[in-house]
Structure formats: C-alpha cells, structure tokens
C-alpha cells in the first residue's frame, strides 16, 4: 500500500480538480469551459444570489473571468453540454453521463423524497395531466401550469403545491427535464427528447451495477485522492453499489489503496493521478465547489472547519453569512464574507479571516488582488473596506493603497 502526506494529497487533489491547469492566455470560449467540465463532471447548483449563483463560481475558481453566457449556453442551448439532475443536490451534470443516472430515475419511488412520491401515489391522474400539458406547451413553468392549485404553507422553505410536486415527480423519474432557467431561477419543464443531445438519448441504459462503477472511476478521477465517504458522496450512490464498483476497481488497479495521515476510513488514489510539486493558486471558492463541499474531507486536507452559516441566526455567526475560503498555493488560507451590492456598484465585505498557518500581509495582498478581479468579473466598480475579522487590518491597508 503507498502512502501519501497531507500535502501531497492536497497537490494531488487540486490537479485533479483542474487547479493547475494553465489560465486562459486569451478570450476564455467553450474549449476553457469543456476543460473544466471534463475535470469535475458536474456543477452544484443553488439558488442563493447574494454573491453570485452557486453554478457559476467553480468555473471562475479555476478559469478566471469568464463570460457567465457561456455556462448558460453549455446548459440551455443546443447541442448541450449539460442537463439538470440530482446528481450531487441539484446540479449541472455532463450529458454524456445522463445514462450513467437513469437507475436514479427508475428508483424514484425509493429515493425521491415525501411530497414528490405521495402525489405520485395519491394523484397519478394529475401527474399523468401535468405531463400532458408539458408534452402540448413545453417548455413551461410551474407556475404557468398551476393557475389556483393551493400551496401548503406548513413548511418555512419549499411550500410547493401539488402540481410542482408533481412535476419534480416528473423530473426525478427523467420523463421531464430543464429546459431552461428564467430570469428567477425558475426551472421550464420540457419533454428529454425535445432537449438532451440524440446521441444521449440513443445510448442504452447501463445496468445499475454498471453505472456505480462509472460512476466511481469518475468520482475518483475528480478527486484525484479520495477516502470512501467522500468518493460515494460525489454522486451521493447508494451504499451497496457503491462498494462492490470500489473493489472491482482495485481489483482492476484503477483504484489504488493508499494511506494518507489521519485518515482512518480506506483511501484510494485513482491510477491517473498526478503529483504536483507545487500548486500556484490565489482565488475564492464557492461553498458549493466540489473542492470543499464534503466538509469532513476539506477539514482533513486543509485544516479549515468549514461550516456555511446561512441558516444560522445572525447574532450566532462565527465568520458571517456567505463565507467564501480563499485558496492561496495549496492552502486555504483565509475566509471572507462577501456580498454584492448592485445598486451601490460595491463588493462589499463584512468580515475577512485569517487561517492560522497563513502569512497575514501575502494573504491580504493577494486576496486584495482576487477582491478586485471578482469584483470586476461582477460588473461591481468598487471593494468596499473589509468590516471586521483578524484579516481586516492587513486587507484594509492593501486595499487603501490600492492593487497594481
């Protein structure tokens, strides 16, 4: 068995999520964002905007600046290079795995969760409605179908009414697929043969035994090193699938057991990975970036006890509202509170910390440079000075001086 250190794994982790790859030398196109994709395999999405929408951060992450129209055109126009599922939550999968995720839609009535399997089993005569109105006017909304359907308003968060219940049905089992997004991130339902690629339609359905096993080299692939939490968490599959498809990868060596320190379940190194010296990295994270979205994993190779801190009460906060780490080298060395305020122009920053290992003047020069970049990728003509944190200091300072 071989072993890696810490700071191995973490080298090999950021090559293998497309964090060495080198920047666009010029305009970033399709090429820049097919690259991406083929490193990560999906995009978690989220509706929260007070950043920037969560699909659109990995991409910048690791390209830079980039014309957010092209992830819209990669998911939303033909030929697509993407489609909607659950994959890992809500998210922008490649098409080419559509057929990799067609088990997932046959165990709806296992897998999907209340609302969507009891319409399903109380209400198949609206459902089969509801996919009759989709067929005869998709792409359409929810809300363009639901007219005065009631909404249940006993649940703080989703208070769908049975006709978008019966739609997410619908969406789970693949009979219907996103079309496109509306300017409200509401999704516009449509038939799968009217949007996925024919070549994907055409593909025959693997069996699910199969599909783990793609499923896994691909998680391994992205991850580069993995412990098995972690590699079953990419595409959150079931536990039994999961751990035949992991031995009959070692058995055929594309998986290769390794020991890294500190990390007590088996590991695994995917038989491509590279090892790379060193790690020239200075950009902010999304909270959902396939980097750090297993928390436990991110704590084991960085060292930073992440936690987003959305839904926690304000006045119980640690670090702020929409954290973001910021990746300097191969370390995380710092987090910050962002915000972007459109009508003012401003990106602003209620609070900016440092992780303990971290250099406090490199850190705040080069996240003063990255605040800059982002802000300017938004569209927003100013950093506001950081409001509190024990980085704020040091970053006030570099901001005020201004960023060559």
Do not use: C
């Amino acid at each position: 068995m071989d072993s890696l250190s810490i700071a191995q794994a973490r080298r090999v982790t950021l090559a293998a999520q497309g964090f060495t790859d080198p920047k666009p030398g010029g305009a970033t196109d399709l090429r820049h964002l097919r690259r991406v994709l083929r490193r990560v395999h999906l995009i978690q999405m989220d509706s929260v905007n007070v950043l920037q929408r969560a699909h659109f951060m990995p991409l910048y992450s690791r390209l830079g600046p980039y014309p957010v129209g092209l992830l819209e055109r990669a998911a939303y126009r033909k030929p697509r290079d993407l489609f909607e599922f659950w994959g890992h939550e809500a998210s922008l999968i490649t098409t080419d795995l559509q057929p990799l995720f067609r088990w997932r839609m046959a165990r709806a009535a296992e897998m999907a969760w209340g609302g969507m399997r009891r319409v399903a089993e109380e209400q198949p005569e609206l459902v089969a409605r509801v996919l009759a109105v989709v067929r005869d006017r998709g792409p359409i909304t929810a809300a363009e179908v639901e007219h005065d359907e009631p909404k249940r308003t006993d649940h703080w968060g989703w208070n769908w009414s049975s006709v978008k219940q019966a739609l997410e049905w619908l969406f789970y089992t693949g009979q219907v697929t996103a079309s496109e997004r509306t300017t409200s991130f509401a999704r516009r339902y449509d038939l799968p043969e009217r949007v996925l690629p024919e070549a994907v339609l055409r593909t025959p359905t693997p069996a699910p035994e199969d599909a783990f096993r793609a499923l896994v080299e691909l998680s391994a692939r992205a991850l580069g090193v993995a412990a098995e939490p972690e590699l079953r968490d990419y595409f959150r599959l079931p536990v039994d699938g999961f751990k035949r498809a992991v031995a009959e990868l070692v058995d055929d060596q594309v998986l290769r057991p390794v020991r890294v320190p500190g990390w007590k379940q088996p590991t695994y190194l995917h038989h491509e990975a590279k090892v790379p010296r060193r790690v020239h990295a200075a950009t902010l994270v999304s909270p959902f970036d396939p980097l750090i979205w297993e928390r436990g994993r991110t704590e084991r190779l960085f060292g930073m006890n992440y936690r987003i801190e959305i839904y926690v009460p304000a006045a119980q906060r640690l670090y702020g509202y929409y954290v973001l780490p910021f990746l300097f080298g191969d370390r995380l060395a710092a987090r910050v509170d962002l915000k972007a305020d459109r009508k003012t122009g401003r990106l602003l920053v209620p609070a900016a910390w440092l992780e303990p290992h971290a250099d406090p003047d490199e850190t705040a020069a080069a996240l003063a440079g990255e605040l800059h970049r982002l802000a300017g990728w938004l569209g927003l003509s100013e950093v506001a000075p950081p409001e509190r944190g024990d980085l704020a200091g040091p970053l006030k300072m570099i901001l005020e001086k201004g960023v060559e």
